[in-house]
């Protein structure tokens, strides 16, 4: 079983340069953020190769003008890896990994509704946890958000 | 055999066969389901929002309230992972606390579970003797922590309250009793043939399909899989325990059952091991108020399998970014599956299967209350 140290170390000879920020804080943990356009292979690479075949979840966040979608990968449900990406906040739009790990449409579109990055390619973007009739371009995860403000959208919605 | 067109049915928020609100819309031909879509998130509360508008003192409350059932997971997975980022060493002592409350937990938490799928298959005799026998665990609560429900045992830096010998002779001999009842769950949901026949081949997960679509937790185990966070990436002192993973082949809900009925046993003799090897010294350390900034995931094995949090903090008292996954969300796709080509007669006993707590997987929808002062519900 790869340990997080070697997790970071075949990340980096994989993908050279476009490895942004690698580190293994704890045996079982690996925390690697990657250039967006060495995404799609650096996923490839941890789920196909390295067999980091389990996605625990997506978490989205901010991360100052940008954007961020980390991916928490688990091998053999010991080692967890946190693979990162970070897009403008502008074009903030990611591919939809289905394809290679079928469960994760479900994180994706919660990452979608609360954060605002969009997910190419998903099959059903309509709404999973936010209520019917959310107004679109509302996502109560994101820092400009309050929580008064996120009440009055409910209570707006309540109304009619 | 087919209809010339199927029907769509509803199925929920509001039913009789689910105990909490969600909706399952189901595409059926005749009487064989042959589609089905989920729509969560009718009890989401905005607990990660509320996590960053709080301090992390603050938090472990919050992170108290995500599920009624599997409190202590989740305080263990935040208090973990706050602990992690203030770089503070928890007591042995409290670690071996926080497991046998953990494991305490995972006993109310499947006999309640063996009682609703017990329900389910029209047997409610079990489901009588499985709810009465769980009192006894939700007294020891009760007595060790002043709660039935929610408990406040874990706290930034340690546990709240200690367990004294008498209160570990009072869980030896509770557990005495509770040992024989789980054997007797054991042997009834081996034996009783109307049980069998209801829950045999129904709700088929494939080991394959349960490894494919992520599974967690007794449904994972239940498909032959290996899988517990207590054994893969061990927490506390789990690494100290001498304690079987159970699994079963039978890949339905039978072997959903005899998993969660086995792990019983296994719970009770891992607690015996830690009160018997429970390690002398201090149960609380001094937390600080902020946090430097940094990262982490962490995580547990809550009753119903992988729960995970991921912390981010930025140097100031409150975290920059709070993710909550519980063990639901994730085998959502797992029963998805499992629902496709049954029975519609089945999809009560199949959705109980995977011990459903929406309150749990739900997390984030603000409710109103209150008017204009906007409290929480």
Sequence with gaps: MIDGAGTVKHMQERLGAEVLDARAPKPRRAFVRVSRGAFGEAIRHAVLDLE????????????????????????MGATVLTLSVRVPKGDAVLPDISEIMPNAAIYEREAEEMTGIRFEGLKDDSNLVLPKGWPSGVHPLRKDQTYEGLIKVRLDLEKG | MGYASTIKVPFGPQHP??????????????DTVVGVTPRIGYVHRGIE????LSTYGHGIYLAERVCGI????????????????????????????????SELERLHSHSLWVGLVAHEAGFDTLFMYAWRDREAILNLFQELTGGRVLHAINTLGGVRRDISSEMADRIRRTLEHFEGRAREYLRIVRTEPTFLRRTRDVGVLKPADAARLNAVGPTLRASGIKGDVRRDDPYAAYDEMPFNVITSDSCDVFGRTEVRAEEMVESIGIIRHALEHLPEGVFR????RNVPAGECVSRVEAPRGEDMHYARSNGTAKPDRYKIRAPTLANIPALCKMLVGIHVADIPIILAGIDPCFSCMDRMVFIRSGGATGRAR
Excluded at chain 1, 53 to 75: D, F, K, N, R, V
Excluded at chain 2, 18 to 29: R, S
């Design chain 1, 52 to 75: 980091f075949s389990h996605l625990i979840a997506i978490t989205a966040a901010e991360a100052g003008e940008e954007m961020e979608a980390m991916y928490h990968l688990a091998c």
């Design chain 2, 17 to 30: 066969a689910l105990k909490e609100p969600e909706h399952f819309l189901f595409e059926v031909d005749g």
């Design chain 2, 49 to 52: 929002k509320a996590l960053e």
């Design chain 2, 70 to 101: 599997c409190t202590i997971a989740h305080t263990c997975c935040y208090a973990q992972a706050i602990e992690e980022l203030m770089g503070i060493d928890v007591p042995p002592r409290a670690n071996y606390i926080r497991m046998i409350m």
């Design chain 2, 285 to 288: 350390v001094r937390a600080p």
